[in-house]
């Protein structure tokens, strides 16, 4: 008896010290900003629990400098004023070191001033419209040349696609990037009347319409393909009248900025088998760590049917940067882990490496998906990493910019007149 | 078992020797080109399927499986064909046991050019679904050898077939016969046709380019331009005079400043201090300085400009060298312009009638409720949203889309029932009287039950499916087509006219409703029970707000946010057609639907800048119809 | 019979006076900026923002509580009052910035050039290349004040004078002012409209000219202003209510129909008290926006506009007190909530989340205070005051009541 309890003792002492060990110092603080309420919550909670899934196989592993990270979770509430007040919070009331997240453009935009005022560091995770490089962001989605140009591209090349319906949902993201293809398809001899272009608002359900117009471009005799920018639950009632339509992806095929996995769970996908989307990562990507991160992500939800997706593969890369660029600088003070971050290569899911770049931007790997009837996607077309560019080449104010934050200190940088145009970003 | 197995080796290692010499030219294509079959690309493929196509039946059917994404590539590099469960070696056409495959995923640009190879052999295919896809892939894109291959096989045994090879024949020799006699009679024939496909085969012949030329220009002339015409303003003529070389552009002004930069002295540029060339005029004063110099190229001139214009004529000409061709072509244009317009304006109208069907069917309930107690209940869009979600858990619980559809309508009907008749009860009734109030607590009930949706069913859209009958559309021709989901909705819009139509003038209910609705205080002497009449009202309003809910989930997303999309259109729709009357209710939904269509016509790029108009439209109608189009008469009205 | 004078008539200004100071006070104590630094800059700035969403309460009850007219277009004026200064924040800050940036070429740069960097520093985001015409005065600060006051004035007296020239009340008109609100954020939310669509102003809280200001200590400017405007126009609108002309509003609200025929004209008042409370709430819409740092169309959506109403419900209609009560208590519970930092329930089985029920909540308790408690919060100083509303009932129970009426007539 009393053996048994000396060892009793013994084990619980161990394991104490084995706790005191991993859990030397005070706990790293990390914030997590992701709406957990109103229209954005159904995106973003999902990027939410990956934070935390991170930080406990992180913890795990015996924590970031031999301390245990801790999160700290706030809910901005799709509002975009409060995504500026609770960075606030984050960053002076809980000194947090890092802050991962935002979706929107326009909750990255709300959130910058205050990130760049106090400089605090933002781990942003979703493909966005570029023409932005803060000092104090890492963008770990994708920017428009790893998405919607090689998109295209593999429109024009490989679905001989001649005739252009850009449609999407009015705000700041499709705008821009609807820009820029625009620019990029007539350098590319695409002629002004090709391209047609058409907004609609948040959560659009009717759609008879816009789909009649798109069909009947295809009068002309060239090839029409449709890029979607359309956001959230406007796709159901798309991809519903597009299917009763009766437009196969053969004859008109949808190529998707914004629809992935999760989106498409909400759908019945039998009638959109062939339509297409592009991403830089899909569930269905071959790869070890792949597979390692579903059944993380599995095991931690506790659901089997859970479904991964882009954004959770960059809010996995940016973790990972991050806590590389941490053990690098020895510190978590924002400059030094910036200084270091640069450069850091970490492992993407697709069987590839994701370098963070000087302007603050990963390299990523181009893959193009076909819908298949279960609501994944066949991998048609997968290119090498591609690293993102924040200015854009193809239109003319952009295409002088350059952004080199350890080289020149400077995210909006002219290399006309060689000269910073301002170390802040534009809100 | 083992002993089974090592026959099995025996008898495949047999085979294999044999099975090389089966189709050795396959073979060969096959192991020369393993990397492009493993990712082929559209544009470089088309030689690689010609070889295989010319290997022979296997080749074919290698193409045939690839193209159907049966085709896999074993660990060793060998071709196999997956059907189901059997595995077959493409080139001996053997089965192959014990293999794991890696299925091979052409796109969908290399599959098309797969199909279209095989298009001449398959024209003549016993089985008429391969017949009809090579039909399919011909109508994207033929070539002058498959137009030849389809008028040898003209024939078919299936009539649906003879007419579809028929006009494609037509079709192609507009586009690709040599002979333009041929050509123009195949545009005679088809004139006045409206179908996508004809117009697809007429405007390529139509395409013009803009040229510039000093004197007549070569090819077939659509047109001459005039410039400071509305087809060519004057800087678009300059531009293209530009573009041809023959006129140096004008001087920008981020190119003017950059010259002056650069011949900055001593603080001076030309002569001109450097702080008075914030001015643009003395910029220019600066930059002719600089120009008298010799400093920086002489800038393009307005005079330049003139004689440039004046030395040159502008063209549309025509990519068709043949006029004959194009003049046909004109002409069948023309005609078919006309029907064109009439039919696209039909489409609008039954894209109009359908979503004005929809705005009945979301306003019809508040309507009733509105008109007999004058309440506003702004939890209507949330009962909208509890039938469409009855719906959704009501086929999730039956798999039969058809039985779940005929189960949920009843069931979403009694769900809101009950739920407005609950509403009724605990909330309404003790707010007679005070309409403002009633609206607020209601608006209360509607974000608590908003929220309660997100709780039990998530933020996620969920899925609600049309069985199979309902998928697809009704279509007349190419222009005139609306999907039959639309055309259900629009069935049952008119289903429940008639139904409270029927209610209301056929039944005791009904008259009891109309005398409440017309004078409360005499009904409730005549010894109606006024409590009663509105709660029955209430809860008939709930309940087709429930099936509104059901139909709207069919064709658009179920969120709890569904019901929010509706609710501001839907009391649009009751205050435009007026109080308490169903004809005005419809003549709103009419009118709000078909305005909302034509103002999307009139601006399609931006549907968000339709709605706005069509509010102001409104706030607009209200001044010079208060009571809506069909006002209510009778005592109530004054009240 | 001479009047008491004015605030001996209404003590309860004086009462809400004191309040705000001594809150104003208390704040700026424990700030960062001037004192212990006990409350962090951003809950000053929340609690700035309250005070200018109190505010608008205030003339939400002006425009419900004393004329019946029941508004739900009134958030509408606080955004546009909002889009108005953030104009010119926009501008300005982004005038210094691109002057700076023009400054590193030799030449110095022509006016037009200045205004088409700031246009594609500005518009670039939303990919458009011209200034568009409403933003022809947004380089004066002076001219976008006066915007302030004349963009929601005139909106509110063209809208106010249309509705009521046509004797639209009741239940259409508040549908009516929901439309307008709505017609007006699916306007802002087009790209073309010009003011960036969606993305709407961001990084308003950086205010041109004062660089070398912390944000700790312009949150504490910005709420003294907030609390400054508040009382001021308090004790206007506390003015406006106790004269004749508050009971002649109140009359309105009452009887519209026999005022009219008592030889008032209506309409003119009503068009008074709804143009002017438009103007206030837009005056604390441009208080708000420069501390929540971004304004979108969002923030008009017809939905914004119902809380006003709600926060006015609580607090209780009919008592200016009451409207900021509402505000305040309503406004920083919901905020505290849906915060995630109130503590979850733990009921047997299931674990209420605040996040996930404080709508279901906060819904359901509206329901409650409409039917049993219709003077919401402030009918608890009534009580205490001893200030019993005489029971009067606006009408006289003809036949066309029904049988209802006879039940209420004897409560």
Known sequence: ?427 | MTRFRLLAACVMALFLPMAALANPALDAVISDNLGQIEKPSRRSVQPLVEQIAATGPEGLALLRAWSDRRLGLTAEGRAVIVDGSSVLDAVTGQPVFGVEPRMLRPNSGVRGVIDSAMVAGALNDPDARRRSAALDALARGGTPEQLAALRAALDDPDPVLVARKARLERLLTIQLDKDTQARVAAIRDMAGDVSLDFRAALNPLLAMQRVVSAGQPQGNVARELEVGSDALPRDAALALLVDAGVLQPRLTSAEQRGALAANLRNGQVGGIPVEQLSDPAARDRAYDALEAAGAVPPAATEAEAEAALAAHRFFDLYAEPSPEVTDAARAAQIRAQLRLGAMTGIDLGLDALSLASIYFLAAIGLAVTFGVMRVINMAHGEFIMMGAYTGYTVQTLIADRTLSLVVALPLAFAVTFAAGVVLYRLVIRHLAHRPLETLLATFGVSIALQQLAKNIFGTQARPLTAPAWLEGSVTVNDVISISSIRVAIFVLALLFLGLFLFIMKRTRLGLEVRAVTQNPGMAASMGINPDRIAMMTFGLGSGIAGIAGVAIGLFAQVTSELGQGYIVQSFMTVVVGGVGNIWGTLAGATLIGGLSKVIESLNPGNTLAAQTFMILFIIIFIQFRPRGIIPQRGRAAEA | MTRKPFILQNPSVLIVLAVLAVFTLAVTLLSQAYGTGALPTSTVKVLGKTLCLALAAVAMDLVWGYLGILSLGQMAFFALGGYMIGQWLMYARTEVIVAEALAQNPIPPTPQELRDGVTNQIFGVVGSADLPLVWSFAHSLSLQLMLVLAVPGLLALVFGWLAFRSRVNGVYLSILTQAMTLALALWLFQNDSGFRGNNGLSGLQNIPGLDDVSQARLSVWFLWASAGTLGLFYVLAAWLVSGKFGSVIRAIRDDETRVRFLGYPVEGFKLVVFTLAAMITAVAGALYYPQAGIINPAEMMPIASIYLAVWVAIGGRGRLYGAVIGAVVVSLLSSWFTGGRAPSVHLPGYVVNWVDWWQVALGLSFVLVTLFAPKGIAGIFDRIGGLARPRRHGRDLGPDQGALQEREAKA
């Open chain 1, 1 to 427: 008896m009393t053996k048994l309890t000396k060892i009793l003792m013994l084990t619980s002492a161990l394991t104490l010290a084995h706790a005191a060990h991993a859990q030397e110092g005070e706990p790293i603080k990390i914030g997590v900003l992701h709406s957990l309420s109103g229209t954005m919550a159904i995106s973003e909670t999902t990027l939410k629990d990956t934070v935390l899934m991170l930080v406990e196989q992180q913890n795990a592993k015996g924590g970031v400098l031999g301390r245990p990270l801790e999160a700290v979770v706030v809910d901005p509430a799709s509002d975009w004023p409060l995504f500026a007040e609770k960075a606030r919070e984050l960053l002076t009331v809980s000194d947090v070191d890092a802050i991962f997240g935002c979706w929107t453009s326009v909750s990255r935009k709300s959130v910058l001033p205050v990130i760049e005022e106090l400089n605090g560091l933002l781990f942003y995770p979703v493909q966005y419209e570029g023409e932005e490089s803060s000092k104090n962001v890492i963008y770990t989605g994708a920017a428009p040349n790893q998405q919607a140009i090689p998109a295209v591209d593999y429109m024009t090349e490989e679905l001989g696609v001649e005739k252009w319906a850009l449609l999407g949902t009015d705000y700041v993201y499709p705008r821009t990037t609807n820009n820029i293809l625009d620019a990029y398809l007539k350098s590319k001899g695409v002629a002004e009347e090709d391209i047609f272009v058409n907004y609609t608002p948040f959560g659009h359900s009717d759609w008879s319409k816009i789909v009649a117009d798109v069909v009947a471009l295809g009068a002309d005799g060239k090839k029409v393909g449709v890029v979607s920018t359309i956001n959230g639950d406007a796709n159901v009632g798309f991809y519903k009248e597009l299917a009763a339509a009766g437009v196969s992806a053969d004859d008109i095929p949808v190529m998707a900025f914004s629809v992935g996995e999760e989106e498409l769970s909400g759908l019945d996908t039998a009638n959109l088998v062939g339509h297409l989307a592009a991403w830089n990562y899909f569930q269905t990507a071959e790869s070890d760590q792949n597979t390692a991160f579903i059944e993380g992500w599995h095991e931690f939800t506790g659901d089997t049917n859970r479904v991964t997706n882009d954004p959770m593969e960059a809010t996995m890369i940016g973790f990972n940067a991050w806590v590389a660029a941490v053990e690098k600088a020895g510190t978590t003070d924002v400059d030094p882990v910036l200084d270091a971050i640069v450069g850091i290569e970490v492992p993407n899911l697709t069987g590839g490496t994701a370098t963070v770049l000087p302007n603050h931007h990963l390299t990523k790997p181009v893959l193009i998906g076909e819908i298949r009837e279960d609501g994944q996607f066949d991998i048609v077309s997968q290119t090498e990493p591609v690293p993102g560019d924040a200015w854009t080449d193809y239109l003319p104010e952009s295409a002088v910019l350059d952004a080199d934050w350890p080289g020149k200190d400077c995210g909006m940088f002219n290399t006309q007149t060689n000269s910073c145009v301002q170390v802040q970003s534009n809100y």
